[in-house]
């Protein structure tokens, strides 16, 4: 999510850049680094489609309006909704959910899960 959010500001830091900025001295395996490097590399081949999913399902919202981080989760999880085989929906939902949680206001977790159960229904 941090790439992801990182890539919409220009910026190009590794995974391990990111880590350092957050603080975090865990060190990544290759599988963490190659799955998110496809997810980022995922949203940024697809952004334009990412983009016209997400303001579909967000009623009453732009997604220029929508708050960075929130978008970021959000460009993620209908990423790998519709694009990627390697996260169930129900796991990708979950997971930007419970990135909102920690990352986001308090409306945040409510507004992506309501949008990506709106993605997950249309995808079906």
């Given at each position: 999510m941090k790439l992801t959010y990182e890539r919409m500001f220009g910026c190009d830091d590794t995974y391990n850049d990111v880590l350092e900025k957050s603080g975090i001295s865990e060190q990544p395996t290759d599988d963490d680094i190659r799955f998110a490097g496809s997810i980022v590399e995922g949203v940024q081949a697809n952004i334009?489609?990412?983009?016209?999913?997400?303001?579909?399902?967000?009623?009453?919202?732009?997604?220029?309006?929508?708050p960075r981080v929130d978008l970021s989760i959000l460009r993620n999880a209908v990423y790998e909704i519709r694009f990627s085989c390697?996260?169930?929906?129900?796991?990708?939902?979950?997971?930007?959910?419970?990135?909102?949680?920690?990352?986001?206001?308090?409306?945040?977790?409510?507004?992506?899960n309501d949008l990506l159960g709106k993605v997950v229904r249309s995808a079906e």
């Open positions: 334009e489609e990412i983009d016209a999913v997400i303001a579909e399902a967000a009623v009453g919202w732009t997604v220029e309006r929508m390697e996260v169930p929906p129900a796991v990708a939902v979950n997971e930007a959910v419970e990135l909102a949680k920690t990352f986001c206001d308090e409306k945040s977790p409510r507004f992506i």
